[in-house]
């Protein structure tokens, strides 16, 4: 176990809902990155936060958002959903930036 | 062109096969290399840095070539438990963070 925590773990929206993904990461990780991951694909970046700030954004629209709170734990938010953001929402946390970034077990969102 | 390019695959050995795969990154820049895997369904999970030197993890060999922008995984006497996608990733910006992954390879290694 990584001790990364995401929930839920399965969602169904319906196109045009929001939805927030949340990560609880294991205990002093203050850097937590958002990866999705489609079928057949790698996980692709989304953003990077560390203690509380954005800190890198990947190609992703503003529609995809995110925070992290003073427990370093995250949320995801995604607005006005499309059939494509259907994937794997993976979120990875590590106490710094040379040291492992562990992934939680991921949330498998469908947009239907 | 994508940022982390590797073999389609899916490759399938019998147990005991040795097992290579290739992949190339466009940034040349990048500062950190990783050879991941993924089990089915489940989330990635780091199975050796990879230095320029080149490294090795029991069964597993991983090497750099940063003049040509190659990274390569060996995998010795491949086991049925080596079955899984591996993912090629890279770091432009050093460390474990805002990684870039490849597509992954799919190995299946049967009886």
């Known amino acids: 176990e990584t001790g990364v925590t995401q929930s839920p773990t399965h969602l169904i929206k319906t196109r045009g809902q929001q939805v927030t993904l949340r990560c609880s990461s294991q205990?002093?990780?203050?850097?937590v990155s958002w990866y999705q991951q489609a079928l057949g694909q790698g996980p692709q970046f989304i953003f990077q936060y560390y203690r509380e700030e954005e800190n890198g954004r990947g190609n992703f629209p503003p529609r995809f958002s995110g925070l992290q709170f003073p427990n370093y734990s995250s949320e995801l938010n995604v607005n006005a959903l499309e059939l494509d953001d259907s994937a794997l929402y993976l979120c990875?946390?590590?106490?710094?930036?040379?040291?492992?970034?562990?992934f939680g077990q991921g949330t498998r969102l469908t947009v239907v | 062109r994508k940022e982390v390019e590797q073999d389609p695959g899916p490759f399938n050995v019998p147990e005991g096969a040795t097992v290579a795969f290739n992949c190339t990154y466009s940034?040349?820049?990048?500062?950190?290399f990783f050879w991941y895997r993924q089990d089915c369904r489940k989330e990635p999970k780091l199975l050796m840095s990879v230095y320029s030197s080149g490294n090795e993890d029991g069964r597993f060999t991983a090497q750099l070539n940063r003049a040509s922008q190659y990274i390569s995984l060996l995998i010795r006497d491949s086991k049925l438990s080596d079955s899984a996608t591996y993912l090629c990733?890279?770091?432009?910006?050093?460390?474990?963070?805002?990684?870039?992954f490849g597509a992954g390879t799919r190995l299946a290694v049967h009886p």
């Open positions: 990733v890279v770091s432009p910006s050093g460390g474990y963070n805002k990684l870039i």
């Open positions: 940034n040349s820049a990048s500062q950190s």
């Open positions: 990875a946390s590590s106490p710094g930036a040379n040291t492992e970034a562990f």
């Open positions: 205990s002093g990780h203050n850097t």
